[in-house]
């Protein structure tokens, strides 16, 4: 029977219908008229408060439930779902209060019950222990409650116990497996949380095929399935969540990205704190504008996910909004204490004192770098002296690592104040002071083979440093970042190694060709970066002929290596010719000039829809669309080639 048609008095078996199939939206636009209609009918509004509840809508369902236990007192349950709903809304003082009006005598276990959840969610969790051990230790709450108790605590194995029993005791649940995946993750042990979220998918997908799982990933258009109690049920938005940050912290971004289009579908407004904030974090390179938005707009919620405010405040930074950064911690100094560590708080108190007195920001990290150094130590020597089992030595090279990894940007930050300075010898001299602890690490390998390639004339040391990234994917080259293997090529030339610097490309192409044959539309850069390189380095040292012509043949096919950083390594080399020409400093053969000229018209041609620069993402004052292109920047370049070669003469 299509809803226009539904007469009066025929409503309720058709709801009862609606709410049976799950399409509480559809139940709730008829509840509302016939509420209206019939001046706070009862049943409409009992019903109105059941479907707000069951699609999460706690504020709604509250109302509901506030008019029924004011029209009917003596409703023992309407008392009880009132407190529940504005549990559910976080309204936690109120919740509490509501609880107040229940019969103790009837509704003693309910009560403490929500009392506890009550002061849970309250961060209280000394009073919430007191009301849980009120409980006796036969009810199945009893275990889950202490676990959630535990875990707070950061006692995460015996959570982990306290959530097994739980479950051997009452089978299996989805919210219980999900604690066992969360204990896991805290415990850093992953396959194991894996585990458990790939179970619950699995049951997902088998017993609920209406919450459309993994459909977004695969392309397929799908509705809205809403925050309906079957999901809350089955804890899947909860597992999705919780796998993105796993492949996260593995540094598989694009299983983290997957993991979150494979959560059953919302629409936006209808997005949980935790996705909204994932969604944030893990799609931030692709669209930086979108995730400070949403970063910033969970900062006005209450609650939002812990990490936030932290998160928010270490993007400002990356992307060198720091004032923002200093704004965002003066109004909010009351979430400095609560969410901020002392080791955060102070780390980005010195970034942001970067940019006004480099030598105090300096100080302050070497401060910050004088504890962790001295944590190490300790962590060291205390592994030292106890003969360790497996499961010590292993919490040991844990606690070390953790430390290293708060040590590191310490460390980087430091440089980068002598690194923008073109200082070298000082960022390398701040790298070895930090010898004794990083030798070991990728990140600093990585930036200590970085000075060292800056310095001129220290190759074959860089070399030392490169070869080691580059050989261990020398499988997967092209999972290398360019500018390594660019650099290695370079590091080979300058100390007469062609041969291996050849070998090196030779292999990058065959990747790269394997790519196309599978992906013909798929643009690669890497080999075009490594030859724009070489040719940048033949343009710095006066070889213009063979180091433009290098860089021209390199972004060859244009179609698929032109791009926005392909770009930028070859107007540099053509806007320091212009300036060499200009200066009467050296000639070109007219065969380059030609040559240089029919350059630029394919960039003019095939650059229509690459952006020339990549724009801050807060940017108020932003270029002209007609701008920002390559072909633009290319038609510019042109005209003043033309001008000072006289090629139009």
């Given at each position: 029977?299509?809803?226009?048609t539904?007469?009066d ?35 409409a509004l009992?019903l ?10 706690f ?8 008019q ?25 003082p109120e ?10 005598t ?84 992953y ?5 458990y ?10 017993e ?19 925050n309906?109690?079957?999901l809350?049920?089955?804890a ?12 996260y ?14 959560m ?31 970063l910033?707009?969970l ?8 990490v ?5 405040l270490l993007?400002?930074c990356?992307y060198?909004?720091?004032?923002l ?7 909010n100094?009351?979430?400095?204490y ?13 970034i ?14 070497d401060e ?12 060291t ?6 003969n ?50 990083c ?6 390998k990585l930036?200590?083979?970085?000075v ?20 261990k994917?020398?499988?997967?080259i092209l ?8 650099n ?8 007469s ?11 990058i ?26 040719g ?9 002929d ?32 212009l300036?060499n ?17 029919q ?13 020339a ?12 669309i ?18 000072v ?5």
């Amino acid at each position: 029977m299509p809803l226009t048609t539904i007469k009066d008095g025929e409503y309720t078996a058709t709801v009862y219908k609606m709410i049976k199939e799950g399409r509480y939206g559809d139940a709730i636009n008829i509840l509302s008229k016939e509420h209206q209609k019939h001046n706070k009918s009862r049943a409409a509004l009992s019903l109105l408060g059941y479907c707000y509840y069951h699609m999460q809508d706690f504020t709604n369902a509250a109302e509901c439930y506030e008019q029924l236990t004011q029209l009917h007192p003596e409703v023992e349950d309407y008392k009880l779902y009132y407190a529940q709903s504005l549990y559910g809304a976080c309204a936690f003082p109120e919740a509490m209060k509501a609880t107040f009006l229940l019969d103790s005598t009837t509704s003693h276990t309910k009560m403490i019950k929500l009392q506890a959840a009550i002061t849970y969610g309250e961060e209280d969790f000394s009073g919430a222990k007191t009301l849980v051990e009120q409980l006796p230790q036969d009810d199945p709450d009893y275990d889950v409650d202490l676990g959630c108790l535990l875990y707070k605590e950061g006692e995460y194995e015996e959570a982990c116990i306290k959530f097994m029993s739980s479950m051997n005791v009452l089978g299996y649940q989805p919210d219980l497996a999900y604690n066992i995946a969360l204990c896991y993750y805290s415990l850093k042990q992953y396959a194991s949380a894996l585990k458990y979220i790939a179970e619950m998918i699995e049951r997902g997908i088998r017993e609920h095929p209406e919450l459309s799982i993994g459909m977004t990933t695969e392309g397929i258009d799908v509705r809205s399935v809403g925050n309906t109690l079957v999901l809350h049920e089955t804890a899947l938005i909860e597992a999705f969540n919780l796998k993105a940050a796993i492949e996260y912290q593995l540094k598989n971004y694009v299983a983290a990205q997957e993991a979150l289009t494979d959560m059953p579908p919302r629409s936006e407004e209808e997005l949980d704190p935790v996705t909204l904030h994932n969604q944030a974090l893990m799609n931030m390179d692709t669209k930086p504008t979108e995730g400070f938005e949403k970063l910033a707009f969970l900062l006005q919620q209450n609650p939002f996910p812990p990490v936030t405010f932290g998160n928010l405040l270490l993007l400002y930074c990356k992307y060198e909004y720091f004032d923002l950064a200093a704004d965002v911690l003066a109004e909010n100094a009351h979430l400095t204490y609560k969410f901020l560590t002392p080791y955060l708080y102070e780390f980005l108190d010195a970034i942001i004192t970067c940019q006004t007195a480099p030598e105090e920001a300096f100080r302050k990290f070497d401060e910050i770098a004088g504890k962790l150094t001295e944590q190490l130590r300790n962590v060291t020597k205390q592994e030292a002296r106890h003969n360790q089992d497996d499961e010590s030595l292993k919490k040991y090279v844990q606690d070390y690592d953790e430390v290293l990894e708060r040590y590191i940007p310490v460390l980087m930050a430091q440089a980068k104040i002598y690194w923008n300075r073109e200082n070298y010898s000082m960022v390398e001299k701040i790298f070895h002071k930090s010898l004794e602890f990083c030798n070991e690490h990728d990140t600093w390998k990585l930036n200590v083979a970085h000075v060292l390639f800056m310095q001129d004339n220290k190759y074959k040391e860089a070399i030392g440093f490169y070869e080691p990234i580059v050989k261990k994917h020398y499988e997967n080259i092209l999972n290398v970042s360019a500018i390594v293997l660019a650099n290695l090529c370079v590091s080979y030339i300058m100390t007469s190694q062609n041969e291996e610097a050849e070998e090196l490309m030779r292999k990058i192409e065959k990747e790269e060709e394997q790519i196309s044959y599978d992906d013909p539309d798929k643009k690669i850069f890497h080999l075009c970066i490594v030859n724009l390189v070489i040719g940048t380095l033949y343009c710095a040292k006066g070889n213009y002929d063979f180091g433009i012509s290098r860089v021209i043949k390199s972004l060859e096919p244009y179609n698929k290596k032109l791009g926005t950083d392909t770009w930028f390594y070859a107007k540099r080399c053509f806007l320091s010719l212009l300036e060499n020409m200009a200066k009467h400093m050296i000639m070109l053969k007219d065969s380059v000039v030609q040559e240089c000229i029919q350059f630029l018209e394919h960039c003019e041609l095939y650059g229509k829809d690459v952006p020339a620069i990549i724009e801050q993402p807060l940017e108020e004052d932003r270029m002209h669309i007609g701008k920002n292109t390559v072909t633009y920047e290319s038609r510019l370049i042109k005209a003043v080639f033309c001008e000072v070669t006289g090629w139009n003469e």
